[in-house]
């Protein structure tokens, strides 16, 4: 009887559920030498990569390095698309290559695009990849991102308000109502901290938020009244789980509205972007892209601290086009996402063609475009098809693909969902707005598509945050699959040079540097050089001796390296790694706080 008993419990264990977890993603990271010798003779330059945690689908990317003050206002390409100025631009981006974890290579003949040789110099190589072998993995299973007119449909904060990188980091959707701390168990729903606000009749908001430097239990939205004919921002008090309130000490009793003329004809905040904070100032916009007459965009530029309108930035050359409303598009674009990253903005608009990168620190008004990407590349173009009834329209809300949101990551790579534009889940940009291709998740179909969103902070969850509705094409499904997923992604930069200056060149001496952060929490990261090439480890062992993790297991080229350990599944205590090369060894204590 006994064993029977026992025999009924195991069938009821393996019956269960499984138990479920906190997200822990696999990080990609790529290693590669930071300096590359090249005689630019033609001969065939192999840079060595290593590629950690998940495979790569790569780009690999050769630029101009330090000529940006050469280039002023400079558009080419079919139809003027590209337009770049005071910033660096590419001579050379390969096609996709798939990376497998470990050792790879990465060959370039010395060429440009066009199959010329390029001069010798200094260059700025990049490589930029996802993973695009493994299916998405769940963040969270009851949130959900969507709308039809957002241009930044989410937001993912990540440092605190002291300005440091957050150990997790934290999503906000819904008009900034959903908090979601990344790293929570995926299913458990009732970790979501909500808040609420009522803005009183006739009052929409934007659907992003923008937390206050230095304390983030205040935060601003974008907001409209149709009726009253009134655009503003207006600054909140976080109550978790409770109703926001306003804080009526900022601006006239807690918000900042204007009259700008243009600003008359919009009827939702829907259609503008949430705001974004850079530095002192808060960014939004005033779109007119439901407006049949009046041609008109602007930046607008407000003093956060003080609640005061500091100026307007017109760009209505850029985003206003009459040849488009001839042709059955719009008169106006956008934009209406505005998203920031490195004190610079993405501007975009899920109803126009165009893509852009501002300087909101640009000395003059001339010098705030860095780029632009117009009709013309046939990446994220409108009406290109050659059979096309409003041929080459850029601002028009009836053809996809539909960009839902634009976002970059730290080298300023960006990306936008790419609904209608077939079984491609985005198109990608390289730093200078140059269009590079659409690419797809593994399983991505063509469904709806609505962000991409990057944390590149150093952290423990660095990737790309993505939806999967896409799969409520699928007819067996009742309703529209909820949810964050996540991807894996990584981009790094170094140079390629004719010479190497002692500060660049290998290090005399093997050595390992103490991890940082330490002590640690769940991430930290460890730096050692090689003085040569060879097959190099990095193992870590617990406080007995035994090993429970292996970071590297590869050949290295000769230079500086760094690698992340992710020990979120491990227990608080005392740690060693040991970092192996050839003939030397070195270990180090490490400590892992909970």
């Known amino acids: 009887m006994k064993k029977a008993f026992i025999v009924l419990t195991m069938l009821l264990l393996m019956a269960s559920p499984a138990i479920a977890g906190p997200f822990v993603p696999q990080l990609q990271k790529f290693n590669a030498p930071s300096v590359v010798k090249y005689d630019f003779d033609g001969k065939r330059l192999d840079i060595p990569v290593t590629v950690s945690g998940k495979p790569a689908n790569a780009i690999f990317c050769v630029?101009?390095?330090?000529?940006?003050?050469t280039i002023n206002k400079v558009s080419n390409g079919y139809l003027g698309w590209h337009y770049v100025n005071k910033i660096d631009t590419s001579i050379y981006i390969s096609p996709p290559t798939p990376m497998a974890v470990g050792s790879n290579t990465i060959a370039w003949n010395g060429k440009d695009d066009d199959g010329g040789m390029v001069p010798a110099g200094d260059y700025t190589y990049y490589l930029w990849g996802y993973d695009n072998v493994s299916p998405k993995?769940?963040?969270?299973?009851?949130?959900?991102?969507?709308?039809?007119?957002?241009?930044?449909?989410?937001?993912?904060?990540?440092?605190?308000?002291?300005?440091?990188?957050?150990?997790?980091?934290?999503?906000?959707?819904?008009?900034?109502?959903?908090?979601?701390?990344?790293?929570?168990?995926?299913?458990?729903?009732?970790l979501i901290e909500t808040t609420s606000f009522s803005l009183g009749s006739g009052w929409s908001t934007a659907f992003t938020l923008a937390l206050m430097p230095g304390d983030h239990s205040k935060f601003f939205i974008r907001v409209c009244h149709g009726a009253n004919k009134i655009q503003g921002v207006r600054k909140m008090n976080w109550v978790p789980n409770?109703?926001?309130?306003?804080?009526?000490?900022?601006?006239?009793?807690?918000?900042?509205?204007?009259?700008?003329?243009?600003?008359?004809?919009?009827?939702?905040?829907?259609?503008?972007?949430?705001?974004?904070?850079?530095?002192?100032?808060?960014?939004?916009?005033?779109?007119?892209?439901?407006?049949?007459?009046?041609g008109h965009t602007d930046i607008v530029v407000i003093d956060w601290k003080g609640g005061t309108l500091e100026r307007n930035i017109d760009i209505t050359d850029w985003w206003t086009d009459p040849r488009d409303l001839e042709l059955k598009g719009q008169l106006n674009g956008g934009p209406n996402g505005v998203n920031a990253r490195n004190g610079l903005l993405f501007l975009n608009c899920h109803c126009s063609c165009i893509k852009q990168l501002v300087d909101p620190a640009a000395e003059n008004d001339e010098d705030f475009v860095l780029w632009t990407n117009q009709n013309g590349d046939y990446i994220l173009d409108h009406n290109y098809a050659a059979d096309s009834a409003k041929p080459w329209a850029c601002n028009d809300l009836q053809v996809g693909p539909y960009t839902y949101h634009l976002g970059g990551d730290n080298n300023l790579f960006s990306i936008a969902p790419s609904y209608n534009e077939g079984a491609t889940s985005f198109g990608l940009l390289a730093?200078?707005?140059?269009?590079?291709?659409?690419?797809?998740?593994?399983?991505?179909?063509?469904?709806?598509?609505?962000?991409?969103?990057?944390?590149?902070?150093?952290?423990?969850?660095?990737?790309?945050?993505?939806?999967?509705?896409?799969?409520?094409?699928?007819?067996?499904?009742?309703?529209?699959?909820?949810?964050?997923?996540?991807i894996a992604h990584d981009s790094i930069k170094g140079t390629i040079s004719t010479e190497i200056g002692v500060t660049d060149a290998a290090p005399a001496a093997f050595s390992v540097a103490q991890n940082t952060p330490n002590p640690f929490n769940p991430s930290t990261t460890i730096n050692f050089s090689l003085a040569r090439a060879g097959k190099t480890t990095v193992d870590v062992f617990n406080a007995a001796g035994q090993k429970v993790d292996t970071l590297v297991n590869a050949n290295l080229s000769a230079g500086s390296h760094s690698v992340t350990w992710n020990a979120a599944r491990f227990s608080a205590g005392v740690y060693f790694y040991t970092v192996k090369s050839g003939e030397f060894s070195k270990t180090v204590k490490m400590t892992l706080l909970k």
């Not at 630029?63 to 003050?69: A, D, I, R």
């Not at 007119?149 to 980091?169: C, F, M, R, W, Y």
């Not at 900022?250 to 972007?273: E, F, R």
């Not at 799969?471 to 909820?482: F, G, K, R, V």
């Open 137 to 190: 993995q769940p963040v969270n299973q009851k949130l959900f991102a969507r709308g039809g007119s957002g241009g930044k449909l989410a937001h993912i904060q990540e440092t605190g308000p002291d300005g440091k990188v957050l150990a997790n980091p934290i999503w906000y959707g819904k008009s900034g109502m959903d908090k979601w701390v990344i790293g929570y168990d995926p299913a458990d729903s009732t």
């Open 242 to 294: 409770g109703v926001s309130q306003f804080d009526v000490s900022w601006a006239d009793n807690g918000i900042l509205s204007w009259s700008n003329p243009a600003a008359a004809a919009m009827t939702s905040a829907s259609d503008q972007p949430g705001p974004e904070i850079v530095g002192d100032f808060l960014y939004t916009a005033n779109n007119l892209l439901r407006d049949v007459v009046q």
């Open 431 to 486: 730093p200078d707005g140059d269009g590079i291709g659409y690419f797809a998740y593994a399983n991505d179909t063509a469904g709806w598509k609505w962000f991409n969103i990057f944390v590149d902070s150093g952290c423990a969850y660095d990737g790309i945050y993505c939806d999967n509705e896409e799969l409520s094409t699928d007819t067996t499904l009742a309703e529209n699959i909820p949810g964050i997923y996540y």
């Open 63 to 69: 630029y101009t390095k330090n000529k940006g003050s």
